[in-house]
């Protein structure tokens, strides 16, 4: 089986061995892909590996590749401190679209393709929290039509995380929606209480989506709040952790990293509150163009800083 992926001997198609034969081979590919070497050969193979009546044999055997050796990768990257928070602000969506001719609403699908692999990534290496700026409080000054365009689009999403398919069942995942949800229309914010409801018991990872949301109402809100607790009290002994307690991001320490894509390098009012030591990235792929090697990249340039950081804080 060895000579069959490096190169030495006759090749075989994937399809005439038996399920334990392939199974091995499988087994094997991590290793071998690691030398350089031996990467054409393993290439040549997949390409032979597409036989007659192999049917979706390719396809399966492609993506046990990839993930075998993204958990490879992963093994790596654990030697080394992790974040348990990443926050992303999803940006690109529409110049993705406009990039490539796609009809409008086309760039945000792709964008939320984006996500469910990200979710994904972040699942596998263990990361507990996840946060994404789907949509500002200041979208709703775009054009009437489009604002109902991503609703529609946003219900539809937020419903298919209530499938027994969905990446939500499938890893475990709590789903906070962060914002002024009254903003919403009636559909969109019944939706996402029941996401939450649905998902209350979950504990693996924690997702919060920041929709009809901004920093500074987040920050008002938290105010608010605090004053209202201490109405029958002085006012004045506010203090600041009556504000933090109140903020709706509390559920959820704050960013280790936070990731913009496009190239950006604004926080257009997001997370002002919490991201006061959080490492930013800024990769130039619009959202949807987002992939593992950007991530990789942020926890590589986290754990670089790591201890600096770790110092920062405790200064504090």
């Known amino acids: 089986v060895k000579s069959f992926i490096t190169g030495s001997g ?12 392939r199974i091995l081979v499988l087994s094997l590919l991590p290793s071998t892909i690691s030398d ?13 590996s597409s036989g007659e009546g192999m049917g979706g044999g390719i396809r399966q055997l492609l993506e046990q590749v990839h993930r075998l050796s993204r958990r490879s990768l992963f093994r790596v990257l654990s030697m080394g401190p992790l974040p348990t928070h990443l926050a992303f602000i999803m940006d690109g969506n529409r110049r993705y679209a406009k990039k490539r001719g796609l009809e409008d609403g086309s ?11 990200m979710l994904q990534y ?19 000054r775009r054009k009437p039509e489009e604002v109902q ?3 529609d689009l946003m219900l539809e999403k937020i419903k298919s995380l209530l499938d027994k398919e969905s990446i939500v069942h499938e890893y475990g995942i709590r789903v906070y929606f962060i914002g002024n949800l009254g903003l919403l229309n009636d559909q969109v914010r019944a939706a996402a209480e029941e996401v939450m409801k649905a998902t209350a018991k979950n504990s693996r990872v924690v997702l919060l989506v920041c929709v009809a949301y901004n ?10 709040r605090s004053c209202v607790e201490k109405a029958d009290r002085d006012v004045e002994r506010i203090q600041l952790v009556d504000i933090e307690e109140n903020m709706q991001m509390s559920v959820a320490p704050e960013p280790d990293i936070l990731i913009r ?13 919490q991201t006061g030591n959080s490492q930013l990235f800024s990769p130039d792929a619009l959202w949807p163009e987002i ?22 804080k405790k200064q504090l």
């Open 36 to 48: 350089p070497k031996n990467l054409g050969t393993v290439l040549h193979f997949i390409y032979l």
């Open 122 to 140: 972040c699942y596998e290496l263990g990361i507990k929290y996840v946060t994404v700026y789907a949509f500002s409080i200041d979208n709703f």
């Open 215 to 224: 920093s500074t109402d987040e920050i008002v809100q938290a105010v608010k």
């Open 10 to 21: 006759s090749f075989p198609t994937f399809a005439s061995l038996n399920s334990q034969l």
């Open 149 to 151: 365009s991503l609703m």
């Open 261 to 273: 894509s496009s190239g950006e390098t604004r926080l257009s009012n997001f997370l002002l509150w």
């Open 291 to 312: 992939g593992l090697r950007h991530l990789v990249w942020a926890i590589l340039n986290f754990q670089r800083s790591h201890s600096y950081l770790e110092k920062k």
């Open 107 to 117: 760039g945000h699908k792709a964008g939320f393709s984006a996500l469910m692999s």
